[in-house]
Nanobody, 123 residues
Framework: QVQLVESGGALVQAGGSLRLSCAAS????????MGWFRQAPGKERELVAA????????YYADSKKGRFTISRDNAKNTVYLQMNSLKPEDTAVYYC????????????????WGQGTQVTVSS
């Protein structure tokens, strides 16, 4: 099983940018599809973006298209989420997760989760 540790969360003003990182260890990283999810207080955890094992394919939830970019560096066993033009409604705990599939858009397909990193966007 792969272990995941997120970092990069912070308090930022609306319109600002952040880059989240997720470092993986424990198993070979490159075959695993990866995803970034977020969970706001009182809301269900939702998919933000997903990326295939090679990094050649990506998926974004509709509201994140154009503002968020998912990428990965398999040599560093790390997946990233670049977030631009942040809005107060982006405030949430952000989680990265791994799937045994090449890429997955359904939360139940992810089996390994990090502990999360808090992103707070002030207005």
């Amino acid at each position: 099983q792969v272990q995941l540790v997120e970092s990069g969360g912070a308090l930022v003003q609306a319109g600002g940018s952040l880059r989240l990182s997720c470092a993986a260890s424990g198993r070979t990283f490159s075959p695993y599809g990866m995803g970034w999810f977020r969970q706001a207080p009182g809301k269900e955890r939702e998919l933000v973006a997903a990326i295939s094992g090679s990094g050649g394919s990506t998926y974004y939830a509709d509201s994140k298209k154009g503002r968020f970019t998912i990428s990965r560096d398999n040599a560093k066993n790390t997946v990233y989420l670049q977030m631009n033009s942040l809005k107060p409604e982006d405030t949430a705990v952000y989680y990265c997760a791994a799937t045994t599939r090449n890429m997955a858009t359904i939360i139940n397909n992810y089996y390994s989760w990090g502990q999360g990193t808090q992103v707070t966007v002030s207005s």
